[in-house]
């Protein structure tokens, strides 16, 4: 398999405060890779740093045949590593079309503009019924679909997913993972961070559970789905649970 990214030894914090230790991982061309943990093991900040938005204190990341050593968002964005951030960050008063063309900002997105417009809709069909609508009147499963579509428009090679299931109903969160996997399909390469653990594993090739800034565990989600430190961690321990 074709190596799209890889993070070797990063290192980042908050001023004095450190928050990754050495982490360290990679995702494939066309694979979707999980990365797991509780709250503020530190996997969001790592997500910062994966795009671009935060600079790395040391380690090395690679984006294609690309090393990148500061904040550089809009390069990465111009270069195909895309980001959906947590919380949507949706303006609330612009329609769901116009927040979709905020996405196909860039040079190489605006010559495909019609075709991932028409790719968005198709993915999504409740947007195209609501492309006048404002944002903010959208429910919480519309809105998020709205905030991965934008993401979609930049044309991304690797679409990293920070948190796509939070505050959504149950339905909603498997018709999500349903559309990550056909956004695979699309060719496009997934990185996300998820705390939805059980149904994450279903859809992954490989995870990463992180714990306090490090990489714990690591391998082919099938198999950390039956893992007794994965159940123990996720379940209780003892549990007979299996993901």
């Given at each position: ?100 063309l ?5 040079r ?55 948190e ?80």
């Amino acid at each position: 398999m074709t190596r799209m990214f890889e993070a070797d030894k990063v290192c980042a914090g908050y001023g004095l405060f450190s928050v990754l230790h050495d982490l360290s991982f990679h995702v494939d061309e066309g694979e979707i890779v999980a990365l797991v943990g509780s709250n503020g093991a530190g996997k969001t900040t790592c997500l910062r740093c994966v795009s671009g938005l935060m600079a790395h204190t040391a380690g090395t990341l690679r984006f294609g045949d690309w090393t990148y050593e500061a904040a550089q968002p809009h390069k990465l964005v111009d270069a195909g590593l895309v980001m959906v951030p947590e919380g949507r960050q949706l303006f609330p008063f612009m329609s769901v079309r116009d927040t979709l063309l905020v996405g196909s900002a860039t040079r190489r997105a605006r010559a495909h503009r019609a075709e991932s417009l028409e790719r968005v809709f198709t993915l999504f069909p409740k947007l195209g019924e609501r492309a006048r609508q404002e944002c903010g009147t959208l429910s919480g499963g519309e809105q998020q679909m709205v905030a991965i579509g934008r993401g979609l428009m930049a044309q991304p090679r690797l679409l990293v997913l920070d948190e796509p299931s939070l505050g959504l109903a149950p339905t909603m969160v498997k018709q999500l993972f349903r559309t990550i996997e056909e956004i695979r399909k699309l060719g496009v390469t997934v990185l996300l961070v998820e705390q939805n653990v059980r149904t994450v594993l279903q859809i992954a090739d490989r995870a990463y559970v992180v714990e306090n800034g490090r990489v714990e565990l690591s391998g082919r989600a099938s198999d950390l789905a039956t893992d007794p430190r994965v159940v123990d961690a996720y379940f209780g321990v003892g549990s007979k649970e299996t993901i």
